[in-house]
């Protein structure tokens, strides 16, 4: 189970929303500042972003919280996302080459990627949920990448 840490900025029945907390400085980096600490990240995201997560431990907004997704959850929407698509783009233009030549290939992959972006779009996304409070104190930067 992937796990981070995070602060609730607000709730909404049974949703929480919220904003992932990086450590300052962890053994991935040495200390030098990794993600948003660097001045690239700094740059890029002035604000953290807020994320809807199933709030299974009723937290309330300010608390600090652990966030986890379950194994597997990210390779399955990885090929969800990417290999699905490309399977039927790659299908979907064969197809068309065998029945009719190049232009039919081409309606083919056209068709196969409108498929793949409806299956997209129907497609329930996983969502991570909280797991339990928690603090900076006790989440080390380890413990973030998978457990």
Do not use: K
């Not at 608390?63 to 990885?78: K, S």
């Not at 990417?82 to 233009?93: E, I, N, S, T």
């Amino acid at each position: 189970m992937s796990e981070t840490l995070a602060r609730v900025v607000r709730t909404e029945g049974d949703l929480a929303w919220v904003e992932v907390q990086a450590p300052a400085s962890c053994s991935a980096c040495g200390g030098r500042g990794c993600g948003s600490a660097t001045v690239f990240g700094q740059l890029f995201s002035a604000r953290p972003a807020a994320y809807p997560v199933d709030n299974t431990i009723a937290a309330r907004p300010g608390e600090t919280v652990v966030v986890a997704l379950d194994e597997g959850v990210l390779l399955r929407a990885t090929l969800r996302a990417y290999g699905l698509p490309l399977l039927l783009v790659l299908l979907g233009a064969a197809a068309g080459m065998a029945l009719a030549g190049e232009l039919a290939a081409i309606a083919g992959a056209a068709i196969g990627l409108a498929l793949g972006g409806w299956q997209m779009r129907r497609a329930r996304p996983a969502r991570p949920s909280i797991v339990r409070y928690g603090d900076a104190q006790s989440f080390s930067c380890s413990s973030a990448h998978v457990r």
